[in-house]
């Protein structure tokens, strides 16, 4: 049998991170959030999400790495990345 999946894109992968994410299969989902941003590195949202479970899992210098690059990317997001890294940089 023939699978006719095929290359997953960069927003699929991202909606996989966040099942994932929401069964509570971390690492799966840092996995998938990692391969989209593989696929494209100027995706925002998945270095967003990818930072906030990081900060979540207590993995602060990875978060903390993933919300320079959000506000590199999208500095109008500094209001939902700001937390992260406050709180990332005092642990």
């Given at each position: 049998m023939?699978?006719?999946e095929g290359p997953?894109?960069?927003?699929?992968?991202?909606?996989?991170?966040?099942?994932h994410e929401a069964h509570g299969?971390?690492?799966?989902?840092?996995?998938?959030?990692?391969?989209?941003?593989?696929?494209?590195?100027?995706?925002?949202?998945?270095?967003?999400?990818?930072?906030?479970?990081?900060h979540r899992l207590n993995q602060h210098e990875?978060?903390?790495?993933?919300a320079e690059r959000v506000l590199a990317l999208k500095p109008s997001w500094e209001k939902h990345v700001r937390p992260i890294l406050d709180s990332s940089a005092m642990k």
């Open positions: 023939v699978s006719d997953k894109s960069h927003y699929d992968l991202y909606r996989t991170a966040r099942s299969r971390y690492e799966e989902a840092l996995k998938a959030y990692a391969e989209a941003i593989e696929k494209s590195s100027d995706y925002a949202d998945a270095w967003f999400y990818k930072g906030r479970l990081h990875e978060a903390i790495c993933c």
